[in-house]
């Protein structure tokens, strides 16, 4: 069998996992319902796409990056900052004075560095440094905290933050990208210089600090509160069913109006998901085969041939830490786009960090389709271990009593077999496949 067949088949068996969760009911395993498997479908087109962003940082560079909750968070802000409406009366009442205090935050670190870049060492400039640096602060609180303050009393039960500018949702998608890779630019100028284990460390302490901004900052995305009615790309349910049109074409498929708008809805945001993971996976692709790509590889493989080779070690491990970023920012964008509200509690490196790393590693760390076959066949196993454990438990527990402690006890802990069943995927694929279901060419 060739490889292009056996891929070719590992992803018609996903495809087929997919429609059975939709068409069958088997020992509750599959729950026979198209809402459920377009939902599973939907979040394995995002973690197909996180996938392949960590794929280009890990696979085409070895690049060792767990912040990707932080990147993946900030593509989720850039919902709220660009397609919620402005907060009435939040701009003239403290923006102005955010603005200027992040200004002022900037130039006091732009200053401190010229100080410590352009003058002699010493102790005149040890004292110039921590004056600026001691200035700078309390300016800035001087002007940031009453203008937080008033922002966040305006009507802080529904708002309390700036909100946005009121833009199409669609375009928020490359606006979180962007917003990713301008935090993975400053991230990289200053960590990319650390050895692997260390750019780990740093990335993992960043992205907390990123979440911790996002949970804390109300101003800015509502904190622990959340931002819920963002806009959507697709219609609502409830306009489906008053149109008489959708009704009757619903009702020739044999779907009530209730179904057929959830399954209409759900579809919507598959196609725009599969348009947009198609076209990264191409860019990726050519960026693969190209002469950039090339290069990457041979310094991933070996820095110190490439460098010997003129090659600029640094600076390209900055550029692809940037794309891959950017990626997850945009999967980020729209995850919070498909569930139409930001919740930074959410956010955990188990689900956005571990389960992508799984999904690069099962997939074929290197290998543009395996990183989207790893999104989409983890994702499903993800979802459906919890209540495929179940039904494991109660077939094994079935000489017992309904009210057995034991029984009782196995099938309330049934959703740890999450975590053991990912780590057996694992540790069966590292076994018999090191380099994944598809490997690097």
Known sequence: MSDTVKHSLLFAFVGLLILMEGATNFAGI????WNSALVILN??????IMALGVNLQWGFAGLFNVGIMGFTALGGLAVVLVSTDPTPGAFAAGGMGILMALVMGALTVVGA???YKFMKPGIARTLVLLAVLIAGFFIYRAIFDPSVEAVE?????????LGGLGLPVLLAWPAGGLLAAGAAWLIGKTALGLRSDYLAIATLGIAEIIISVLKNEDWLSRGVKNVVGLPRPVPYEVDLQ????????AASFGLDPVEGSTIFVKLGYSILFTLVLLALLWMAQMALRSPWGRMMRAIRDNEVAAEAMGKDVTRRHLQIFVLGSAICGIAGAMMTTLDSQLTPGTYNPLRFTFLIWVMVIVGGSGNNFGAVLGGMLIW???IKVEPMGIELIELLTSFLADDNWLK?????NASHMRL????LILLLVLRFSPRGLIPEK
Do not use: K, Y
């Not at 009782?408 to 309330?412: D, K």
């Not at 053991?420 to 780590?423: H, L």
């Open 30 to 33: 599959f729950s026979g319902s």
């Open 43 to 48: 979040m394995g087109l995002i973690s197909a």
């Open 113 to 115: 560095v010229a100080i």
């Open 153 to 161: 009393a305006i009507n802080p039960a529904l708002e309390g933050n």
């Open 242 to 249: 008053n149109d008489p049109s959708f009704v009757e074409r």
């Open 380 to 382: 499903f196993f993800w």
């Open 408 to 412: 009782g006890h196995l099938i309330e």
């Open 420 to 423: 053991f069943t990912m780590g």
